[in-house]
């Protein structure tokens, strides 16, 4: 009967649920309302999770607090999208509650589903029902409800697994949009496929190939072939100051492998990086600690020390980042964008770092923080010109060295005018206040195309539609780029536009712009209009009015 689990299962269980959620990313990519290339749910908390199992794979012990510690902070690095970032909150509750417990019960896990989804909760300023928040209640009423009487661990994530996925399927009644659309919630069954991952190492199931049936559609492949990349070399940041390397030799005629195992887990509980390999005839030890005379202490319990060396990182650290170090300025400018033309555009207007990402990749929390750490500011905005980067943006306030302020731009044109309402001379409050303004006077439309066959705002789609989309809804569709760029044109146009610009995606032909921009400026003479080379992939055009 296995009425609990250890460290090592817990480990065993992340790694797995991260392989699953990446092995089926695709599948949650596909279930994205609305219709067009930028269905990225299953991308963003499939990188997520691997951020997270990629710190708890490195993490050196198997204690529960030090688990959870990586699992929680790996999952806040690498937090992409509204749905990565609300992941990794219900990661931070569940391990908080998990890192005090000895070991793992159901009672445990019933708690810290409470808790992961009372942070999740609380992560989002207008929680929509009929989404991943949705699923974690039901999942977390579920395993309060079954720990009332005592329960077997795999008993009790099959349970779990199926109040969530019975929570899933009334999704698409809870939000019309997913009703319309023929679909459920995509970040809830990122979540519960997780879930199975774990599942799976507690009754031994290797498979990766799960069934789904989640209504969709049209099936959709993904564009993404994306692999995470982590970088943890953080110069402004190290815990343990010493490196200590040696050798035990001639061990005790008393010592045993035990002994050798104790020693090993005391090392973890003063360090990292515990590197303890060999036997009886000689042991080779490597840590990092800031007790170097502990570590030296334990050691000739067990036998004599040769080769001693002791390294003082703290020292080479300070000089590391003495070469680095700048004078910072007041204020400094970071622009997420995707496509060479819109970032020339933000550089040209004194923006010290532009991110890539947008709507194929959205940059993760600890991204945004390193972007804003390599500008030379004390106060540093940042522009997500995407509302599902808006969430990420404003988790990288924790990781950051330098005071964020996020302004909420939620796409390339409304980033470009706020960049513009930027005054150096100003003080913060009033940028602050300037660039919000700004962001209100902008209107914007987005031509692309269906990427599948569906009923949505009024619109009958079919898979390769042209459409031209505003803020809230799709208004315009047709089988030409260039009827539907204008057909958007008239209906964002009103008396108060007295400007419009076109910013043509990587592939449109500049005199396919420049013949849109001619038929446009000959219907509305009193507006100036103009055309810039964005490069974006996805979208033919971003078009600005103001």
């Given at each position: 009967m296995?009425?609990?689990?250890?460290g090592?299962t817990?480990?065993?269980?992340?790694?797995?649920?991260?392989?699953l959620l990446?092995?089926?990313k695709e599948?949650?990519?596909?279930?994205?309302?609305f219709?067009?290339p930028d269905?990225?749910?299953?991308?963003n908390?499939?990188?997520?999770?691997?951020?997270?199992?990629?710190?708890?794979?490195d993490?050196p012990?198997?204690?529960l607090?030090?688990?959870?510690?990586?699992?929680s902070?790996g999952?806040?690095r690498?937090?992409r999208?509204?749905?990565?970032?609300?992941t990794?909150?219900?990661?931070k509750?569940?391990?908080?509650?998990?890192?005090?417990?000895q070991?793992i019960?159901?009672?445990?896990?019933a708690?810290?589903?409470a808790a992961?989804?009372?942070v999740?909760?609380k992560?989002?300023?207008?929680p929509k029902e009929g989404?991943i928040l949705?699923?974690?209640?039901a999942?977390s009423?579920?395993?309060?409800s079954?720990t009332?009487k005592?329960?077997e661990?795999?008993?009790?994530?099959?349970?779990?697994?199926?109040a969530?996925?019975?929570?899933?399927k009334?999704?698409?009644?809870?939000?019309p949009v997913?009703?319309?659309a023929g679909?459920v919630?995509?970040?809830?069954?990122?979540?519960?496929?997780?879930?199975?991952?774990?599942?799976?190492?507690l009754?031994?199931?290797?498979?990766t190939n799960?069934?789904?049936?989640?209504?969709?559609?049209?099936?959709?492949s993904s564009?993404?072939d994306?692999?995470?990349?982590?970088?943890y070399?953080?110069?402004?940041?190290?815990e343990?100051?010493?490196?200590?390397e040696?050798f035990?030799?001639h061990?005790?005629?008393?010592?045993?492998?035990?002994?050798i195992d104790?020693?090993?887990e005391?090392l973890?509980e003063?360090?990292d990086?515990?590197?303890?390999?060999g036997d009886?005839?000689?042991?080779?030890?490597?840590?990092?600690?800031?007790e170097?005379?502990t570590?030296?202490?334990?050691a000739?319990?067990?036998?004599?020390?040769?080769r001693l060396?002791?390294?003082?990182?703290?020292?080479q650290?300070r000089?590391l980042i003495?070469?680095?170090?700048?004078d910072?300025?007041?204020?400094g400018?970071?622009?997420?964008?995707?496509?060479?033309g819109?970032?020339?555009?933000?550089?040209d207007l004194?923006v010290?770092?532009?991110i890539?990402?947008g709507?194929?990749?959205?940059p993760?929390?600890?991204?945004?923080?390193?972007?804003?750490?390599?500008?030379a500011?004390?106060d540093?905005?940042?522009?997500p010109n995407n509302?599902?980067?808006?969430?990420?943006?404003?988790q990288?306030?924790?990781l950051?060295k330098?005071?964020?302020?996020i302004?909420?731009?939620?796409?390339?044109p409304?980033g470009?005018?706020?960049?513009?309402?930027f005054n150096?001379?100003d003080?913060?409050?009033n940028?602050?206040q300037n660039?919000?303004?700004?962001?209100?006077?902008?209107?914007t439309?987005?031509v692309?195309?269906?990427v599948?066959?569906?009923?949505?705002d009024?619109?009958?789609?079919?898979?390769?539609?042209?459409i031209?989309i505003?803020?809230?809804?799709?208004?315009a569709?047709?089988?030409k780029?260039?009827?539907?760029?204008?057909e958007?044109?008239d209906?964002l146009m009103?008396?108060?536009?007295s400007?419009?610009?076109?910013?043509?995606?990587?592939?449109?032909?500049?005199e396919?712009?420049?013949a849109i921009?001619?038929?446009?400026?000959?219907?509305?003479?009193r507006?100036?209009?103009?055309?810039?080379y964005?490069?974006?992939?996805l979208?033919?055009?971003?078009v600005?009015?103001?």
């Amino acid at each position: 009967m296995q009425k609990t689990i250890n460290g090592a299962t817990l480990r065993k269980m992340i790694l797995n649920g991260a392989k699953l959620l990446d092995s089926n990313k695709e599948h949650v990519d596909s279930l994205n309302v609305f219709p067009v290339p930028d269905g990225d749910t299953g991308t963003n908390m499939s990188l997520t999770m691997l951020s997270a199992a990629k710190e708890v794979s490195d993490c050196p012990s198997n204690n529960l607090d030090a688990l959870c510690d990586a699992f929680s902070k790996g999952a806040l690095r690498g937090a992409r999208g509204n749905s990565g970032v609300i992941t990794s909150q219900i990661i931070k509750g569940f391990s908080s509650v998990v890192a005090q417990a000895q070991e793992i019960t159901a009672k445990t896990l019933a708690k810290a589903f409470a808790a992961g989804t009372e942070v999740a909760y609380k992560a989002v300023t207008k929680p929509k029902e009929g989404t991943i928040l949705t699923v974690i209640r039901a999942i977390s009423e579920q395993a309060k409800s079954i720990t009332k009487k005592s329960i077997e661990i795999p008993e009790f994530f099959r349970r779990i697994i199926e109040a969530g996925e019975e929570t899933l399927k009334q999704t698409p009644e809870m939000l019309p949009v997913l009703k319309t659309a023929g679909v459920v919630d995509a970040g809830g069954r990122g979540l519960l496929i997780i879930l199975q991952g774990f599942y799976h190492v507690l009754v031994g199931q290797e498979d990766t190939n799960i069934a789904f049936d989640d209504r969709i559609n049209a099936s959709s492949s993904s564009p993404y072939d994306e692999q995470a990349h982590f970088d943890y070399n953080d110069l402004a940041e190290i815990e343990y100051g010493y490196c200590t390397e040696f050798f035990i030799i001639h061990l005790k005629k008393k010592t045993t492998e035990a002994d050798i195992d104790r020693f090993r887990e005391h090392l973890m509980e003063i360090g990292d990086c515990v590197l303890v390999i060999g036997d009886l005839n000689m042991v080779k030890v490597h840590v990092h600690s800031n007790e170097p005379g502990t570590v030296l202490t334990y050691a000739l319990e067990l036998g004599e020390l040769d080769r001693l060396k002791i390294e003082n990182m703290l020292e080479q650290n300070r000089a590391l980042i003495g070469k680095k170090k700048e004078d910072l300025k007041p204020y400094g400018l970071v622009s997420v964008c995707a496509g060479e033309g819109l970032t020339n555009i933000f550089k040209d207007l004194l923006v010290d770092n532009v991110i890539e990402g947008g709507q194929t990749m959205n940059p993760s929390a600890e991204d945004i923080a390193k972007a804003c750490d390599k500008v030379a500011a004390k106060d540093v905005f940042v522009f997500p010109n995407n509302k599902n980067i808006i969430l990420a943006a404003e988790q990288a306030k924790a990781l950051s060295k330098r005071t964020l302020h996020i302004i909420p731009t939620r796409d390339i044109p409304q980033g470009l005018s706020a960049v513009l309402a930027f005054n150096p001379e100003d003080n913060l409050e009033n940028n602050e206040q300037n660039m919000k303004e700004a962001i209100g006077s902008v209107k914007t439309g987005m031509v692309t195309y269906a990427v599948r066959s569906t009923q949505v705002d009024d619109f009958e789609l079919k898979e390769g539609d042209i459409i031209g989309i505003d803020n809230k809804s799709i208004v315009a569709k047709g089988d030409k780029v260039e009827s539907v760029t204008t057909e958007l044109v008239d209906k964002l146009m009103d008396s108060s536009v007295s400007s419009i610009t076109l910013y043509f995606g990587n592939e449109v032909k500049e005199e396919e712009a420049d013949a849109i921009a001619k038929e446009i400026s000959d219907k509305y003479n009193r507006c100036d209009v103009d055309i810039h080379y964005g490069g974006q992939p996805l979208y033919y055009y971003i078009v600005s009015l103001e």
